[in-house]
């Protein structure tokens, strides 16, 4: 799954992005595993992925003063994935005050406003040869946008803070 933040439309850095993605009853999801989660400059790899159903870890960028939480998350149930990749105040805890930090900048020449998740996952054994292109085998897009008022010309509030943001797939 593919996502930036779309720099036509983006005023400011995302602080944070959530991703889901809802998988094929067609697919085994037992066989699940977390690839990469790839932003900017950053990649990290799940460690040990087979039968992880859930992944944490915190890292940086250099480009933004605050530090990046991401979580990965598989339910086993539903076949519903969630990441969330977020920059954090230390000493709050919550997504930084300041409207201009965020770990994924709008888009650049250097993609530091783009990233990506991957994960693997088999069909059900038996499943028809010739099955026309299934959902697990198409690449998603998501655009991110993070509008702020205060440093955009036109700009739509949401309820609750004077950003709002909003996710194309």
Request: charged residues 20%; negative net charge; glycine residues 8%.
């Amino acid at each position: 799954v593919f996502f930036e933040n779309d720099p036509e439309q983006a005023s400011a850095p995302a602080q944070r992005v959530v991703i889901t993605d809802q998988l094929d009853v067609d697919l085994d999801w037992s066989t699940f595993q977390f690839g990469t989660i790839q932003f900017g400059e950053r990649t990290l790899v799940v460690p040990d992925p087979a039968g992880r159903l859930h992944f944490e870890a915190d890292t940086t960028v250099s480009y933004d003063a605050y530090p990046v939480h991401v979580t990965a998350d598989f339910d086993l149930q539903t076949g519903r994935l969630t990441w969330e990749i977020r920059s954090v105040d230390p000493q709050t805890g919550g997504l930084p005050r300041d409207l201009l930090a965020g770990f994924l900048p709008p888009n650049d020449a250097e993609n530091r406003g783009a990233g990506s998740v991957t994960y693997s996952v088999r069909p059900h054994a038996g499943l028809a040869e010739g099955t026309e292109e299934a959902p697990w085998e198409r690449e998603r897009l998501v655009a991110v946008t993070w509008t702020c008022p205060r440093f955009a010309s036109r700009s739509t509030i949401t309820h609750g803070p004077s950003c709002s943001r909003s996710w194309t797939r």
